[in-house]
């Protein structure tokens, strides 16, 4: 991901920046595959939020696309999706 930069050569905070540092390091650490949901509320914890949490999706694209994470085979209940299951991830 490549944003715009300041003056001094730092890219200017925004949520999209803290989240894919955010989900990176969190499939650094995983020792499991983990759902999209353990990661979002996590990052919300720690101040990380969008203004609508579908916001997420293209984070998860890019580090898929970035070699960070792929999909695994466990399925994950969605809390936020009506009890929905869907596929989780895992690191690459």
């Known amino acids: 991901m490549r944003k715009q930069q300041d003056l001094f050569g730092k890219a200017p905070r ?17 020792t499991r595959p983990f759902c999209a949901e353990e990661v979002t509320l996590a990052a919300i914890n720690k101040g990380i939020a969008p203004a609508d949490l579908r916001s997420w999706g293209s984070i998860f694209t890019q580090a898929a696309r970035d070699g960070y994470i792929r999909r695994s085979n466990q399925l994950f209940t969605r809390t936020m999706g009506n009890g929905t299951k869907a596929p989780g991830w895992e690191k690459a």
Do not use: C, Q, T, V
């Not at 920046?17 to 969190?26: E, Q, V």
């Open 14 to 30: 925004s949520f999209e920046n803290d989240a894919y540092g955010f989900l990176i390091a969190f499939a650094k650490k995983a």
